[in-house]
């Protein structure tokens, strides 16, 4: 017991005597865990509800709706995030007037425009994962969809998406992991998430190990939330895909 | 015999070496360019700036020669340990951590913390009240975020930046309606560089010590203990004559001096 006692004592020591870890920049750690998850939340969610028509219509018979789509998606993958923030950021800010519009009720506050930048890009990847995923629908589901005489819109509904969209689901983790991770730029745009809060502690108290690896661990437990959702969801909805027993 | 009185010969030199360093009719300082307006060359390349002018009052008033030697800052303390000079004196902070390495004069001054704001603005003197719900804009982690933080962070939305510049584009856009910057880089990143878009407004802070630090001073080798002396009695004299304050209102003309 008493050695035990001389072994935490340090420990205890540090605890009292530090002042990195303290109810002050907790509170910043917590702002920014907020910012982040609600930044990363709210963008994968409109991102998946405006990926689904857009990945229907990116295998539609119409050249210019296919054409367009195509164009979005290879716009919104073949550049850097970073660039797109700045440009929603920086960029909208500087058309001329724009200040006097309601669109400045958005533009003002930072969140909205990494919001739309962040929303734009995952939308353009989901859009690609599903339109993948629809387009591996086994021939012979289709073919007998068919023979039921089922309409288009009622053959999408009821046979292409369902398996589809399951079938995307272990690329569909992955693009939500690393919306997760890429969401640490939005820091340069003033918002202050986990990285900016982490960012902040170490510049005051240059404390690189502590802040850097303290916020690490955040994401890490954030990553591996996600990753469980999306294991027990592949599990139950990919059962019909496992092999039989 | 002969031999004691060799040693006792080299003690005394020993001694008196160690006692008194040296007794120094020239001075050479070592200052790191460009840093507007502390040092800095003007366009005929004559070194000028608030270090400069106030490194020569010093050596007027304490009757030394002084040479000014330009030395890059990676090396500005080497350089001083191997005697390519005898003193820093370039913006140089005071900390915990140089002072292992070489000593420090009295500080001569803390650099200002300004307020900036649009030309236009409302705000005349920034408190709690007049910045309440206000953003600020702020460098990362520098001790005016410190400041702004901890002072106005519970009622106003405090925005920080990598850079200067980019507090300058966001205040250019409207984004901001005050920036808290160190004195010098908000001046050349606002002021300066978007004519008559941005000014200063309230005062200057140099206080409190808690989050301004102690300041500036001038660096020395640790055993010249009797030049730092030399050079604070100066320090003192011309803060005493007005010859401090001049110099301070011919370079910050909106700061008042400590």
């Known amino acids: 017991m008493e050695q035990l006692s001389t072994l935490w004592q340090p420990l205890l020591d540090w605890m009292n ?58 716009l919104f993958r073949g550049t850097p995030l970073l660039i797109q923030l700045y440009l929603a950021y920086y960029g909208f800010a500087f058309i001329p007037g724009i200040q006097e519009t309601w669109l400045w009720f958005f533009l003002d506050d930072p969140l909205y425009p990494a919001l739309l930048a962040f929303t734009l890009n995952t939308a353009a990847y989901t859009t690609e994962i599903f339109h993948g995923s629809i387009q591996a629908t086994p021939r012979g589901e289709i073919e007998a969809a068919r023979a039921y005489g089922m309409s288009k819109a009622k053959m999408m509904r009821r046979i292409v998406l369902p398996s589809a969209l399951r079938r995307a689901l272990p690329a569909y983790g992955n693009e939500v992991i690393f919306m997760l991770h890429a969401s640490a730029i939005a820091f340069v745009v003033s918002i202050t998430d986990l990285t900016g809060a982490a960012y902040y502690i170490y510049a005051r108290f240059y404390a690189p190990f502590a802040a850097f690896l303290f916020v690490a661990a955040l994401y890490m437990v954030l990553s591996f939330s996600i990753q469980a959702l999306f294991k027990y969801l592949e599990k139950r909805l990919l059962a019909h895909l496992k092999p039989a027993r | 015999m002969k031999k004691i009185i060799t040693l006792s010969l080299m003690g005394a030199v020993l001694a008196t070496g160690h006692a008194q360093a040296r007794d120094y009719d020239t001075v050479r300082i070592g200052v790191d360019i460009p840093y507007v307006p502390m040092e800095y060359r003007t366009p005929d390349g004559t070194l000028t700036g608030f270090d400069i002018d106030l490194g020569n009052a010093l050596c007027k008033q304490a009757e030394l020669d002084c040479k000014w030697v330009i030395q890059g800052w990676d090396g500005i303390i080497p350089g001083l340990q191997a005697r390519k000079f005898d003193a820093i004196m370039s913006s140089m902070t005071i900390n915990d ?52 933080t901890d002072h106005y962070g519970s009622n106003a939305s405090i925005k920080r930046y990598a850079t200067a510049d980019d507090v300058a584009i966001d205040m250019e856009a409207g984004r901001l309606d005050i920036a808290f910057l160190d004195y010098p880089t908000g001046k050349a990143a606002l002021v300066d560089s978007k004519s008559g878009q941005f000014k200063t407004v309230g005062e200057m802070l140099t206080e409190p010590k808690k989050y301004f630090g102690e300041g500036f001073g001038i660096a020395f080798r640790k055993r010249d203990r009797e030049l730092a002396e030399t050079f604070n009695k100066a320090l003192a004299e011309l803060k005493d004559n007005g010859t401090y304050n001049t110099l301070y209102t011919k370079y910050f003309p909106d700061a008042k001096a400590e």
């Open chain 1, 17 to 74: 005597g530090n002042d990195i870890f303290t109810p002050n920049t907790f509170a910043m750690y917590w702002t920014g865990l907020t910012n982040t998850v609600q930044l990363v939340f709210i963008s994968l969610l409109i991102g998946l509800v405006l990926a689904v028509p857009l990945a229907i219509a990116r295998g539609s018979r119409n050249q210019v709706l296919r054409k367009s789509i195509w164009f979005y998606t290879y």
């Open chain 2, 97 to 148: 951590d140089r002072k292992k390495q070489i000593l420090f004069s009295d500080p001569y001054m803390t650099p200002p913390s300004a307020w900036f704001t649009p030309k236009d603005s409302t705000i005349s003197s920034p408190n709690e009240e007049s910045l309440k719900g206000k953003s600020i804009g702020v460098q990362r982690g520098t001790v005016q975020d410190n400041y702004v």
